[in-house]
C-alpha cells in the first residue's frame, strides 16, 4: 500500500514536458526578453538617454524593480528558513517554489542594477576600486552571498530527488539524464550523507534569515543614508523588510495556484495551503501596513516644509493616483479579501496575490521617483523635460523583460527539476500515515 | 600613443613648474629641440628659482610659459598643498545675468540644456523678499556625494575640493541622491564636444572632456587656481558676486576687489546653506541686503 503510494506521488511530482499552453507561455516570455534585449542594445548603444531618467529623476523604474526584486527574493528565508526552523511542517511542498522564487529574483536584481549602470563596462571598478564605506557595496557583498546561500537552500533539498529522476532514464532523454547525473550521481541515500546534508540545511536556514535581513536593509539604506524628504527615515529597514515578505508572500499565492492548476497538483498544494498562507498574507499585510502608517502619518502630522511637498505629491498630487492604487492594492484590498474564509480559496487567494505582487511594484516605484522629483532647491535652469517622469517604451521593454526573465528561470526550473520536493513529501506523507 | 603622450606631458610638467617662476616675454613656446637654437644675447636677468635661489639666466632664454599642460590625475586626487579653498557669493549683487553660467558652460563643454551652476529666484516664504541666488558645488567639508561614491571616482582633496574621475565612475548616480543641493549632473547621451577636445585624456582638474554615462559637476576650476588664476564664474562675473579664495591666507576676491575672508564674513553675516545637514559647505553666502539691483524675474515674464 505504502509502496503504491510512493510511486503515484513520484508519478504525479515527476517534471512534465511543456504542453500547449506551456509552449505559448514560454514563447511569449521569450517574446518580452527579447524586446528588452534589444531596447538594451539601443541603450548601450545610444546611452542612458534613450530612458526618461534626468538630472532630477535619475532613478526610476530600473531602481525600483531592482528593489521589487530584491524584495520579492526575501521570501526564500521566510517559508524555508523561518518556517523550518519553527518547525512548522505544512509548507514543505512550498518550499521549492518560494527558494526558486528567491533565487531567480535576486539574481535578475543584480542584473537590473548593471542595466541602471551608466557604463556598465567598467562593472569590474566596483571590484578594483570598491570602497567599504559605500552602502552599493555592502548591497553588492550581501546579495552575492544570498544567491549563494539560496542556491544552496535549493541544491540540497534536491540531492534525494534527483537521485529518484536519475532513475527515470528513458523519460528524462539524453540532455537532462546528463545534467541529472551532473548534479547529483554521487548521492547514494546514504543515512550519513542526509545527516550532513540536514545539517547543512539547517546551518544555511539560520544564516539566511539575518542575510536576508541584510540585503533589504541595506537596499533601504540606498535611500535612508540620503537627506532627501521621504528617504531620511530610520523607519525604513523595518518598512523594507516588512514589504518584503509581504510581496514575497503574494508572489507565492500566485505560484501555487499556477502550479496546482497546471500540472494538477491539488493533492500536493492542497486548499488547506492557500488557507494557511492567506492567513500568513494577511498578517503581513497588516504588519506592511503599521510601518506604512509610520512612514506617512507621523511626517505628515508635522509638514515640515520639505516633506510637505512630497507628502502632498503622494496624497493629493501627481502622484496620488498611483498612490492610493498602491495602497490599496498591495495591502487593504488583500486584506478584505484574505481575512474571509470564502477569500482563502486558491482562486479567490490567487487574485488577491495578483494584486499584492502589481501593488508592491508601483508601491517601490512610489518610493523611488518622487522624492527625487522634490529637491531642497527647487528644480531650476534645466530644459523642461527634466522636471517630469514618465518611463520610455525601452524602460518599459528592459523592466517587463527582466520580469519575463525571471518567470522564465522559474518555468524552466519546474520544467526541469520536480517544483515539489519529492522525496520530502514521501517522507511527509509516511509519518503522517504513521502517526 | 597614450603614453608617450602622457610622458611627455609629465616631463613638460616638472620642467615647466620651475620655468613658470620665470617672467614672460616674447617668443615661441617653449619646446626642448628648440632651445638649441637660441643664441645668448649676453643681457643677464636676475631671477628667483623655485629653491628661493636667485639666479641669473641669459634673456634669451626666457620663454613664456604656454598653456599650463594639466596635472596627472594622481597628483590631481591630492590637491595643492597648503591651500584651503572656499568661495563666497553676495547675493546683494546679484541680477541674473548669467555670465558666470556661460562662461562655465564654455569652458567645461557641458551638454547644451544642462548647467553645473544654477541661479535660483529664490523666496523663503511669501511676504520675504525674492532674490537670486547663484550655486556651484558646495565643495563640502562632509561631502555625501563622496561618501556614497562605490568606487572612489568623487573625491575630495586636501585643498577642500571635491572632484570626479569621468574615467573611473561607474554611473551608478547614487551621488547624484545624496547631493542635497542638486548640484550634480549626468551624461546621458554621447556629450557634443568637438572631437578635438573629446580626443583629450581626461583631466580631474579641468574636467574635460565630459564622458557619456559620467556624473559631472562644478569643480572650482582648479587647473585656473594652479595657475594662479581665478575660476571662471568669478572672472565673468561683470557685478563682482562671486568671492574666490584661500581661507588659510584668509583673504578672497572677485579679480577687482580683495577682502578678509573672515571680516567679510563676520561684517556681512556670512552663511552656507543647509547648515543643519551637517555637510559643512565651502561655499559663504552674503545676504541679500543694501541691494544693488531690484530683482526681476524676466523669466517669469516670459512664462507669462
Not at chain 1, 527615515?233 to 500566485?254: P, R, W
Not at chain 2, 557634443?192 to 559631472?216: H, L
Amino acid at each position: 500500500m505504502e509502496k503504491l503510494a510512493e510511486n503515484k506521488i513520484i508519478e504525479d511530482l515527476l517534471p512534465q514536458k511543456f504542453g500547449k499552453q506551456g509552449q505559448i507561455w514560454v514563447i511569449s516570455l521569450l517574446a518580452v526578453c527579447a524586446l528588452g534585449f534589444y531596447a538594451y542594445c539601443r541603450q548601450l548603444y545610444y546611452g542612458l538617454e534613450v530612458t526618461a531618467l534626468r538630472d532630477y529623476a535619475s532613478w526610476g523604474i530600473y531602481i525600483s524593480n531592482f528593489v521589487f526584486f530584491v524584495a520579492i527574493s526575501l521570501v526564500g528565508s521566510l517559508i524555508t528558513a523561518v518556517l523550518r526552523l519553527t518547525d512548522v511542517h505544512w509548507s514543505t511542498p512550498l518550499t521549492r517554489i518560494a527558494e526558486i522564487i528567491a533565487v531567480s529574483a535576486i539574481s535578475f536584481a543584480g542584473l537590473i542594477i548593471i542595466v541602471d549602470m551608466g557604463r556598465p563596462d567598467r562593472f569590474y571598478n566596483l571590484f578594483t576600486h570598491g570602497r567599504l564605506q559605500s552602502p552599493i557595496i555592502w548591497d553588492v557583498i550581501v546579495i552575492t552571498t544570498y544567491l549563494f546561500i539560496s542556491l544552496l537552500l535549493l541544491y540540497f533539498p534536491l540531492l534525494p530527488d534527483l537521485k529518484i529522476m536519475i532513475g527515470y532514464k528513458e523519460r528524462n532523454g539524453k540532455y537532462l539524464q546528463k545534467l541529472y547525473e551532473f548534479l547529483g550521481s554521487f548521492w547514494k541515500n546514504k543515512p550519513e550523507q542526509f545527516k550532513i546534508t540536514d545539517k547543512a540545511i539547517n546551518i544555511l536556514s539560520v544564516t539566511i534569515i539575518p542575510v536576508a535581513f541584510a540585503i533589504h536593509t541595506v537596499t533601504s539604506w540606498l535611500f535612508a543614508t540620503t537627506y532627501r524628504p521621504g528617504w531620511d527615515s530610520t523607519n525604513f529597514g523595518a518598512y523594507f523588510i516588512s514589504g518584503a515578505f509581504l510581496v514575497g508572500a503574494g508572489g507565492v499565492l500566485i505560484a501555487m495556484y499556477v502550479f496546482r492548476t497546471h500540472y494538477k497538483l491539488e493533492k500536493y498544494i492542497t486548499d488547506d495551503h492557500f488557507n494557511k498562507m492567506g492567513k500568513i498574507v494577511v498578517l503581513l499585510a497588516l504588519v506592511y501596513l503599521y510601518f506604512n502608517i509610520n512612514e506617512f502619518l507621523v511626517p505628515a502630522f508635522k509638514m515640515k516644509k520639505a516633506e510637505e511637498e512630497h507628502l502632498m505629491g503622494l496624497f493629493t498630487g501627481e502622484f496620488s493616483p498611483i498612490f492610493w492604487f498602491a495602497i490599496s492594492a498591495s495591502m487593504l484590498v488583500p486584506i478584505l479579501i484574505l481575512v474571509t474564509k470564502k477569500g482563502r480559496t486558491p482562486k479567490w487567494a490567487f487574485f488577491a496575490g495578483i494584486l499584492v505582487v502589481v501593488g508592491s511594484w508601483f508601491k517601490r516605484f512610489l518610493i523611488v521617483t518622487p522624492t527625487l522629483l522634490h529637491p531642497f532647491l527647487p528644480m531650476h535652469d534645466v530644459p523642461k523635460n527634466y522636471m517630469h517622469y514618465f518611463p520610455t517604451w525601452e524602460e518599459w521593454a528592459i523592466a517587463g523583460g527582466s520580469l519575463a526573465g525571471a518567470l522564465l528561470v522559474i518555468t524552466f526550473f519546474a520544467r526541469i527539476f520536480p517544483i515539489i520536493p519529492i522525496h520530502e513529501t514521501i517522507i511527509e506523507t509516511e509519518s503522517h500515515e504513521k502517526a | 600613443m597614450n603614453t608617450k603622450e602622457n610622458s611627455r606631458r609629465e616631463f613638460l610638467a616638472t620642467t615647466l613648474l620651475a620655468g613658470a617662476a620665470l617672467a614672460g616675454c616674447g617668443g615661441n613656446p617653449f619646446t626642448p629641440d628648440e632651445v638649441t637654437d637660441v643664441k645668448p644675447s649676453g643681457e643677464m636677468v636676475k631671477l628667483l628659482s623655485v629653491d628661493g635661489e636667485i639666479i641669473e639666466v641669459d634673456k634669451a632664454f626666457l620663454k613664456p610659459v604656454p598653456e599650463m599642460p594639466p596635472v596627472p590625475n594622481s597628483e590631481a586626487r591630492v590637491g595643492i598643498p597648503g591651500k584651503k579653498f572656499a568661495m563666497v557669493i553676495d547675493l546683494s549683487r546679484c541680477k541674473s545675468v548669467k555670465k558666470c553660467q556661460s562662461a562655465c558652460n564654455h569652458m567645461h563643454h557641458i551638454h547644451p540644456g544642462q548647467n553645473w551652476i544654477k541661479v535660483y529666484p529664490m523666496q523663503e516664504s511669501e511676504k520675504t523678499a525674492p532674490y537670486w541666488q547663484p550655486t556651484t558645488c558646495m565643495h563640502c567639508d562632509e561631502p555625501p556625494c563622496v561618501k556614497v561614491c562605490p568606487v572612489d571616482a568623487t573625491f575630495k582633496r586636501k585643498d577642500g575640493i571635491v572632484l570626479i574621475d569621468s574615467d573611473r565612475c561607474v554611473g551608478c548616480r547614487f551621488c547624484m541622491a545624496a547631493c542635497p543641493y542638486s548640484s550634480r549632473v549626468f551624461n546621458w547621451e554621447e556629450p557634443q564636444i568637438e572631437k578635438e577636445i573629446a580626443d583629450k585624456p581626461y583631466s580631474c582638474e579641468t574636467s574635460v572632456p565630459q564622458k557619456k554615462g559620467t556624473v559631472g559637476k562644478c569643480d572650482f576650476c582648479p587647473d585656473m587656481v594652479r595657475q594662479g588664476g581665478l575660476p571662471h564664474c568669478v572672472s565673468a562675473c561683470p557685478n563682482g558676486v562671486f568671492f574666490f579664495g584661500d581661507i588659510l591666507e584668509d583673504s578672497v576676491t572677485n579679480g577687482s576687489e580683495t577682502f578678509r575672508f573672515s571680516e567679510l564674513i563676520k561684517d556681512k553675516s556670512g552663511y552656507r546653506l543647509m547648515e543643519d545637514l551637517g555637510t559643512k559647505p565651502s561655499v559663504y553666502y552674503l545676504p541679500p541686503v543694501n541691494r544693488n539691483f531690484p530683482f526681476e524675474n524676466s523669466e517669469e515674464k516670459e512664462k507669462a
